[in-house]
């Protein structure tokens, strides 16, 4: 292993739980350029994700539960990795190469991040590293061939890496013995205020994109990219969350606030290129967001219901957390206008994500 005279310290791990066949559920630990991050073996999940504010005092600024039992019980994602398809695939089923996949169903008639059993609820193996100025987490997992319908043995690669200045990374890696389609994201849900700080509609948002995939009364997108210009979904330029939210436009109506995919203006990318940027003015934490993916979904925690109490002590309500998940688009597989998810043997997946942090 390289050395290095600021080499960070080594992630360590800690036993969390059982899963109910007795498997073992470990938490990482990781803190490197004043970041502080918490991972489950179970869903690669983010349990928390500290950062300062601009007084310099640490909270956590992502959504989740004290314990192993939050997380079974709730079928949220809160923060964690989302596969083999982020975000829908309508009626769950797809055609590739002249044959239908029919899918496990997880959202009335269609997929949802992966079906009834995503990698959301995958034990994953984890080795802990430290390399030159970075600490971070290998995170791996082979999903068998069949698995909730989708053809082909995926092998899957997933690092976090906190760098030296407190970014965290993820690059995602994916190899198949059989055509199929992937689509990974992270489905963190962002407090920037603080993880129990209530709704988040003061947060100031900017998108680099100016184009949004429309979604019917289901959420499946329903063809050509719309323009956001004149609509609440144009944040093009930082506004608050709240009063877009409040607008009386058929889209929102569909989602109850914001669930869309942005097209972002720079398509797809060799290397990450910025997407987003979020900012709580209160505590002065900034998050900028940039990734190699041609979309961002941007979910505003709209089918949180108060039901599960957050690591906080307090019930998680609506809007209490928002997502900007970097994807592919959604319905990818049945939309040959949309950017391929298509992965065939000999090739390999490759996504990055990188989240800055910073304060006012």
Not at 266 to 289: C, D, M, W, Y
Not at 329 to 351: A, Q, W
């Amino acid at each position: 292993m390289t050395t290095h005279p600021h080499q960070p310290r080594p992630p360590v791990s800690e036993p969390f739980g059982l899963l109910p066949d007795g498997t073992e559920v470990r938490r990482w630990r990781l803190e490197n350029g004043g970041t502080r991050l918490a991972v489950l073996s179970l869903g690669g999940i983010v349990q928390s994700l500290e950062t300062p504010d601009r007084d310099g005092r640490y909270t956590n600024v992502s959504l989740g539960f004290d314990t192993l039992e939050g997380y079974l019980a709730s079928r949220s994602y809160l923060g964690a990795l989302v596969g083999r398809y982020g975000n829908r695939i309508a009626r769950g089923r797809f055609d590739l190469d002249g044959t239908r996949h029919r899918l496990s169903v997880a959202d009335g008639e269609h997929t949802l991040h992966g079906g009834a059993r995503g990698f959301d609820q995958y034990n994953w193996t984890v080795h802990g590293f430290t390399e030159d100025t970075d600490a971070g987490l290998v995170l791996t997992l082979v999903s068998p061939h069949g698995d909730m319908g989708f053809p082909g043995t995926l092998r899957v690669r997933v690092v976090y890496t906190l760098t030296e200045g407190g970014d965290w990374r993820i690059d995602y890696q994916a190899v198949t013995d059989r055509p199929t389609v992937v689509n990974l994201t992270s489905h963190v849900y962002w407090n920037l205020g603080g993880e129990s700080a209530g709704p988040v509609h003061d947060h100031e948002l900017s998108i680099a994109g100016s184009h949004i995939t429309p979604v019917d009364a289901e959420l499946i997108p329903t063809g050509r990219p719309g323009p956001v210009t004149g609509t609440p979904f144009d944040f093009r330029t930082a506004r608050p969350i709240g009063p877009g939210l409040r607008a009386d436009a058929p889209q929102l109506r569909h989602a109850g606030g914001y669930d869309h995919n942005w097209v972002l203006d720079k398509g797809v990318t060799a290397a990450p290129e910025p997407a987003a940027v979020l900012r709580e003015p209160v505590s002065g934490r900034v998050l900028r967001i940039a990734t190699t993916e041609p979309g961002i979904q941007f979910y505003s925690g709209n089918f949180l219901d108060g039901s599960a109490t957050g690591s906080g002590g307090r019930p998680y309500g609506r809007g209490d957390g928002l997502c900007l998940e970097t994807q592919h688009f959604p319905d990818s597989p049945n939309r040959p206008e949309f950017p391929s998810t298509v992965l065939r043997p000999g090739e390999t997946y490759r996504s990055a994500t990188v989240h800055s942090f910073t304060t006012l």
